[in-house]
């Protein structure tokens, strides 16, 4: 590995699903020398892209798990995170955002920014990761760079600045124009690997001085230097255009623009150019960790080799070698042997064997130093988890992980798949927080939960071929919560004293509203409850959120407050006071007008035009809100808000509306309350079921 | 109660009269560039949103996003014109009716009337109450309109949904003997409502050009707002 860190990029590919990125990444392996034959990634040759090793992801054509691999491009490391584009697949794309230093963000040269680009980019502003842009297919019918570089300022709020300029659109492109160097570039050979620099043509020379005014203007926000040439229209250099870029590219506060087709092997070498030229080396991003022995003071981490090492463990993988952890060195070096600290339980472990990864293939290693990507086997963790020397203590922020939204009742067909489904179960929810499993204790059902239901069926499949475990599928069960509108009071005495030593505690005060999930205040005065019972009645007030009163649902959004109380020389205890708080919940959830509250979906549908009118309706149909639609070119973008019990299915049934030409996207929004009639309906369906279990 | 103290407050409610606004067919505002067409029939839309009413705002000129920031800032002018209001209700009233508004966005070459009835047939297949007036803003009345406000009159005439639209006028271009702008005049059987906003000084001037009783009515508005001057 190169220790010279200048020299390094870790970069994500990301973007909406379809939008190349897989294509993009084996050609990048491929012009690096990585591998010696591009493979379509749904070609006629029966064999996937490389980057998409599992079986599913070559069947459907889609990138499920983030695969991690390396090359070498002019003597720079670059490690590269190929992540889906799908939303149920959120969680890889911020595991791989949280690790990374810089992002190139696909879209597509036709479609431009769409919905799942929207939350990559909200990712990518979460974890403050820079970011260059590639408008891929620009081959097709439609294309249009120009205009994407525009949706990206309008739809995303980037600063967009073109790069390049194309030569030929759509069947009749070409090649590229370097706006940097006012050069053309052609790519020749069987595919593209040989990139030819000419002059630019005659009749877009008047385009490209255009547009290199437009990004030189841009540019100089950056550098003094590159200002003083312009105003003095003196010579400027190509090293004066690219250190600019590059300051306002990892400020965030600019996104050079890049444009190609991975398909037809056009531009992928200038865009390699531009990883190394635009995005951040390591030593560019200040990255923090927390010191638990001072305090939870931020410390700042440096990516030197000799420090005390902190890493971060970001994806975890279990195969038949045992379990494979994914981590990215933040500051000294794992080497072979080392011990290491697992800052989380304070678990001592040793570095087994490390390797590189290069999507399915491995090679060992015998240290990955800060900067750097690797893995380790033999770890005994949780993605999230930080690493550390045994003199430091040291944690890094954890990454966001959603709440899942769905969940389904899955039976093993026979005692075999029983077996064989826990061992799956198990790994799956070790390598993904996300996807949860638990047993239904009064049904005895498994239950596995996840963020829509593209999430739960590959799961489901993995389990059939990874596992030989076949599965029975139930109806998906909506995640509801319960909550309260108003204010209430409560005024509650638990009392047993029958003779012998009893129980007695009294709690008096109010719940209410708030946004938070829970909260609990005190405001007892004069010892009217012993001050280490108080405890016992946050508690007891808690443990009421478990299962709402009503339906059993979760309940969110309450705000305890004890004012007053009683309590008895003797018979009060822990155990009487969190009695009494769970009395006391229980009298004041009554009077505060409960109501349930069910996930709502942000639903965005990508149409041609000409079943707009058809996809508002199908929203109409499901209670949805139509926020709007607008139309691109031949498609129309619809969005809208649609609960969730309402989307199942919906699949099929947009696909049969639109001759399998419209797709949609969905990821949760947020809960509202249901109304009335819905609200009836999910009582009466807990009524039936709670009533066939006690016959 | 706040909803009904907003509407009373509105200009149109002023100018044209809530139980006005959806009678009849079409209803047009007029005016040259730029006076504030658009932002006339969002208040025209707002007020039904504010009468629990849903509405379909169908713009040639605008972004989808651009709409939804149009009918946000309509609602903050209203909240604000009226004096004080408690944020905090005002927020939650606006959550309350805005899912009420749905914004299309076109383009002239692609506008089609029949994508919006396949719309609002769903509304009856659903069992929805229909949405109270469509706004269609940015159609050319420079060309032949005559068969797309025929379509439009189809779908006033199916659906019961009072259509308004938007006109742009010419500076140079000399009104009809009713003081009509050209656009309006050639269609003017069709509307029973007409509004024309011109500058005058530094408000506005809303002339009422048709519309019953209220016909050669004038109201001032402050050009930033749309709020009536009192």
């Known amino acids: 590995m190169i220790r010279d860190l200048k020299r390094v990029r870790n970069i994500g590919i990301s973007a909406h699903i379809d939008s190349g990125k897989t294509t993009l990444t084996e050609r990048i392996l491929f012009y690096t020398d990585k591998i010696h034959q591009i493979n379509e990634v749904r070609g006629k040759d029966g064999v996937g892209a490389v980057m998409d090793s599992m079986e599913l992801e070559r069947e459907r054509g889609i990138t499920i798990a983030s695969a991690a691999t390396h090359c070498e491009w002019n003597n720079h490391d670059v490690n590269i995170i190929d992540t889906p584009g799908h939303v149920d697949f959120t969680v890889e794309v911020e595991r791989s955002l949280r690790v990374l230093d810089g992002v190139v963000l696909i879209l597509c040269s036709v479609s431009g920014v769409q919905s799942q680009s929207i939350t990559v980019d909200q990712q990518m502003r979460r974890y403050e990761v820079p970011c260059i842009a590639f408008v891929n297919k620009c081959d097709r019918s439609g294309a249009n760079p120009v205009k994407v570089s525009t949706q990206l300022k309008e739809k995303l709020g980037h600063n967009s600045v073109m790069m390049q300029l194309p030569i030929g659109l759509e069947d009749k492109h070409e090649g590229i124009i370097d706006l940097v160097t006012m050069k053309a570039y052609y790519f020749e050979g069987d595919n593209g690997e040989n990139m030819v620099e000419k002059e630019i043509p005659q009749d877009l020379l008047e385009d490209a001085q255009n547009a290199r005014e437009e990004m030189l203007d841009e540019a100089s926000l950056f550098s003094e230097e590159l200002t003083d040439a312009l105003l003095e229209e003196i010579e400027i250099t190509t090293e004066m255009i690219m250190a600019a870029v590059r300051t306002g590219t990892i400020s965030r506060q600019m996104t050079p623009v890049f444009l190609g087709s991975a398909y037809k092997n056009k531009a992928v070498q200038p865009l390699l150019n531009a990883v190394l030229n635009y995005l951040p080396s390591p030593l560019d991003i200040e990255n923090v960790a927390i010191d638990m022995d001072n305090n939870e003071e931020t410390v700042a981490l440096e990516s030197v080799f000799d420090k005390p090492s902190v890493a971060l463990a970001f994806k975890l993988e279990d195969g038949q070698y045992g379990q494979l952890t994914y981590i990215r060195v933040y500051q000294g070096c794992i080497n072979k042997g080392d011990t290491l600290i697992n800052s989380r339980d304070g678990k001592k472990l040793k570095a087994g064997r490390l390797i590189r990864m290069h999507s399915s293939q491995m090679e060992e290693v015998d240290a990955i130093p800060a900067g750097h990507i690797g893995a380790m086997f033999g770890v005994d963790c949780a993605s999230g988890d930080t690493f550390v020397s045994p003199q430091i203590n040291y944690s890094m922020i954890s990454m966001h992980i959603m709440e899942p939204v769905i969940s389904l009742s899955i039976v093993p067909k026979d005692n075999k798949a029983q077996i064989n489904m826990s061992k799956a179960l198990n790994r799956f929810t070790k390598e993904d927080p996300t996807f949860k499993t638990y047993v239904d204790h009064e049904t005895g059902d498994t239950i596995i939960q996840g963020m829509g239901e593209l999430h739960l069926e590959v799961y489901v499949e993995r389990m059939k071929r990874e596992y030989q475990a076949e599965v029975e599928t139930g109806k998906p069960r909506v995640a509801y919560r319960e909550t309260i509108t108003r204010k209430a009071p409560f005024s509650y005495t638990h009392k047993k004293q029958t003779g012998g030593s009893g129980q007695f505690g009294r709690v008096i005060g109010f719940i209410e509203p708030c946004e938070e999930e829970f909260e609990f205040v005190n405001k007892v005065t004069g010892g009217k409850i012993p001050t280490q019972f108080i405890s016992s009645c946050e508690k007891g007030f808690l443990a009421c959120m478990a299962k709402g009163p009503n339906l059993e649902f979760p309940v969110t959004g309450i705000k305890v407050t004890l004012q007053d109380g009683g309590y008895h020389a003797v018979d009060s205890s822990e155990m009487a006071f969190q009695s009494a708080a769970r009395g006391g919940f229980l009298e004041g959830y009554a009077k505060a007008k409960p109501v349930i509250m069910e996930p709502i979906m942000k639903v965005v549908i990508e149409t041609p035009n000409e079943f707009q009118g058809s996809c508002m309706g199908l929203i109409n149909q499901r209670r949805g809100i139509i926020q709007g639609s607008q139309e691109e070119g031949v498609m129309s973008v619809v969005e809208s808000q649609v609960p969730l019990s309402e989307m199942f299915g919906f699949s099929t049934v947009l696909r049969s509306g639109t001759q399998g030409k419209a797709q949609f996207t969905m990821e949760f929004s947020s809960y509202k309350q249901v109304p009335m009639s819905v609200a009836e309906e999910i009582s009466k369906k807990k009524a039936d079921e709670k009533a066939a279990k006690n016959k | ?230």
Do not use: C
């Open chain 2, 1 to 230: 109660m706040l909803k009904k103290d907003l509407i009373l407050k509105s200009p149109v409610e002023k100018a044209l009269g809530l139980e006005n606004i959806t009678k009849g067919q079409f209803g047009a505002v007029l005016s040259r560039a730029g006076v504030g067409k658009t932002s006339f029939l969002v208040q025209i839309a707002l007020t039904q949103l504010l009468a629990d009413q849903k509405i379909l705002h169908v713009s040639l000129d605008d972004h989808m996003d651009k709409i939804n920031l149009r009918y946000d800032e309509a609602y903050t002018n209203l909240v604000d014109y009226i004096g004080y209001v408690d944020p905090q209700k005002a927020v939650r009233l606006w959550d309350d009716i805005s899912p009420n508004k749905v914004g299309i966005s076109y383009t002239e070459s692609t506008f089609n009337t029949d994508k919006i009835r396949d719309y609002l047939k769903s509304f009856k297949k659903a069992d929805l109450a229909l949405p109270a007036i469509m706004v269609v803003d940015g159609l050319n009345f420079d060309e032949d309109l005559s068969s797309t406000l025929e379509e439009l009159k189809a779908l006033n005439e199916e659906f019961s949904i009072f259509i308004w639209l938007s006109m742009k006028s010419h500076r140079e271009e000399a009104l009809s003997k009713d003081g009509f702008p050209v656009q309006l005049e050639a269609h003017k059987d069709l509307f029973e409502k007409a509004v024309f906003l011109q500058p005058v000084e530094d408000k506005i001037e809303a002339l009422i050009l048709k519309d019953g009783d209220k016909t050669d009515q004038k109201y001032k508005l402050d050009p930033a707002t749309m709020m009536l001057v009192e």
